[in-house]
């Protein structure tokens, strides 16, 4: 997405990156860049919390209309975590241990199963 803000730039379109990963972000030089911290793949907040996502997505708006000088970072001040349960999210984060490995295995064989029915159906069908 870095590359694709900085040619959109080119082009005279004004971007914000809304991100987790700061350190990559900002080495690729983006124009504008809100960093949340919060786990990858996760840029607007929690799924279903409709007011975090909300002011994540007011706060890359309003940055796309205040940055006053190119590379501009601005974090939001949300946070992941809510009460004890969540505090150790970076940890728990795509963990991969004995307590869970044979789990995820199984996850994953039954994912690429169903994935592969799928892509077989689609040839099936096509002419």
């Not at 809304?18 to 911290?37: H, K, N, Q, T």
């Not at 039954?110 to 994935?115: F, G, L, P, S, V």
């Amino acid at each position: 997405m870095s590359l694709a803000a900085r040619h959109l730039e080119a082009a005279g379109i004004p971007t914000v990156i809304v991100g987790s990963a700061r350190d990559i972000v900002e080495e690729c030089g983006v124009p504008r860049f809100l960093f949340v911290d919060f786990p990858l793949g996760n840029p607007c907040g929690k799924p279903w919390d409709t007011k975090m996502q909300y002011d994540i997505v007011g706060g890359a708006l309003e940055l796309l209309e205040r940055a006053w000088q190119p590379r501009t970072t601005v974090q939001r001040p949300e946070t992941w975590a809510e009460g004890a349960a969540d505090e150790r999210w970076r940890e728990r984060f795509m963990w991969v241990g004995d307590d869970n490995r044979a789990a995820l295995a199984a996850a994953g064989a039954a994912r690429r199963q169903a994935q592969s029915g799928k892509h077989e159906a689609g040839k099936r069908k096509a002419p």
